[in-house]
């Protein structure tokens, strides 16, 4: 059933493999039938709303394990012919049209919004584009997970665009101020976490600095404003507004490890079965 909760939005944050918890937390909405009329995807997030939306069950965990060691998939030989560290042509159009089906029907046809981030390069700023619309290749799905040097730029009518989550990774904020009164969000965090800047952000700021100033100092605002969403969506848990689902544990972005790949999903799907009694009751079904 699709939840009848206009003032309510579901937010999936990024993190590339630990978007796996993100996978177990939906299909478990799935089972229990929950369709969330609004979702929003910020970069590898944003692949999880595509399964979820299309209503294909274990499809994200299933690509994830099933390709991860592929060379095609995610591998230093991309970066010869594409730029990039995975397979793009591989990743976002042989794998959903050919190998592993994306039900492209089901996805056009979702009553709701879905919408994915992207950071203009030229600008800096997010912007939230209707994933309904997004063509077979991807385009879109690309530009939300473009993490820069390890994937190229990517152009949307002309203009480059790289991860949303460079300007908005956990986009509360701008749901509020659209209106929305109350929110579920899956973050890839545990609780307690915060961002600090890092080695390679340093490397890559350095290197966009140049081409992109402006894409720069949204990713010199980003731990700031990681670490305020946090709080104030933590600020809105206590307040009755928002519904968060975690990861108990740290998880590794670029986990290899098949078996925890798998627990990592697992670990998804039993908290929010655990505590689906809860969500049912902050939704009011």
């Known amino acids: 059933m699709q939840v009848n909760v206009k003032d309510t939005s579901l937010v999936l944050e990024g993190g590339t493999f630990r978007t796996l918890f993100t996978s177990g937390v939906l299909d478990a909405f799935l089972d229990e039938e929950i369709m969330m009329p609004h979702v929003v995807g910020i970069s590898a997030g944003a692949i999880n709303a595509c399964s979820y ?78 994933a309904l619309d997004m063509d077979k290749e991807c385009t879109l799905l690309r530009a939300t997970c473009a993490i820069p040097v390890l994937f190229p730029e990517i152009k949307i009518n002309g203009i480059p665009y790289y991860d949303g989550g460079l300007a908005d990774p956990i986009p509360i904020q701008h749901l509020v ?15 307690g976490y915060r961002k600090v800047i890092d080695r390679q952000s340093k490397l890559v700021m350095k290197l966009l600095r140049k081409r992109y100033p402006n894409l720069v100092k949204s990713m010199e605002q980003r731990v700031e404003h990681y670490n305020a969403s946090l709080d104030y969506c933590e600020r809105l848990e206590k307040e009755g507004r928002a519904f968060i689902f975690r990861p108990d544990a740290p998880l590794n972005s670029f986990e290899k490890d098949l078996t925890q ?16 009694d809860e969500l049912k009751a902050f939704l009011n079904i």
Do not use: C
Not at 177 to 191: A, Q
């Open 53 to 130: 939306v299309s209503e294909q069950k274990e499809r994200s965990l299933r690509v994830l394990v099933n390709y991860r060691h592929d060379k095609r998939y995610i591998g230093i030989r991309n970066f010869w012919r594409e730029r990039s560290l995975f397979g793009l042509n591989f990743a976002y159009n042989i794998i959903p049209n050919e190998l592993d089906k994306f039900d492209w029907d089901r996805f056009q046809q979702f009553e709701g919004t879905v919408k994915f981030g992207v950071t203009n390069a030229y600008t800096g700023a997010i912007e939230y584009m209707d």
């Open 177 to 191: 101020d659209e209106g929305f009164g109350k929110h579920v969000l899956v973050l890839t965090r545990p609780k």
């Open 261 to 276: 790949m798998r627990a990592n999903y697992d670990m998804g799907y039993k908290k929010a079965a655990k505590q689906m």
